[in-house]
């Protein structure tokens, strides 16, 4: 079973660039689309980036797409979301998920089988 582990978040200003991490403990995950996803405070579940095993295919929300940029090392089994131009709305947990083989990477959060437990960010105005 994969595990994920997500480091990397914690409080900024507006403006300010944090990049999180998310190490998986299997070698299986360099054949799993990565995804990041985001819980803000009293709302659903939001899709933010997601990137194909391969690292050659890209998605983005809407809300973060310019700004947000996925990548992964899969010599490190560990996928990241470097975040620029934070926003106080960007504020939430953030969590990763693995997953999936299909192309395009899919948006919806049912598609992934593995889940960490999420690291905070907080961006003050």
């Known amino acids: 079973q994969v595990q994920l582990e997500e480091s990397g978040g914690g409080l900024v200003q507006t403006g300010d660039s944090l990049r999180l991490s998310c190490a998986a403990s299997?070698?299986?995950?360099?054949?799993?689309?990565m995804a990041w996803f985001r819980r803000q405070p009293g709302k659903e579940l939001e899709f933010v980036a997601a990137i194909r095993w391969t690292g050659r295919t890209t998605i983005y929300g809407d809300s973060v797409k310019g700004r947000f940029t996925i990548s992964r090392d899969n010599a490190k089994n560990t996928v990241y979301l470097q975040m620029n131009s934070l926003k106080p709305e960007d504020t939430a947990v953030y969590s990763c998920?693995?997953?999936?083989?299909?192309?395009?990477?899919?948006?919806?959060?049912?598609?992934?089988?593995?889940w960490g437990q999420g690291t905070q960010v907080t961006v003050s105005s």
């Open positions: 998920a693995a997953g999936s083989v299909r192309t395009p990477p899919p948006v919806r959060s049912r598609d992934y089988n593995y």
């Open positions: 299997e070698r299986t995950f360099s054949s799993s689309n």
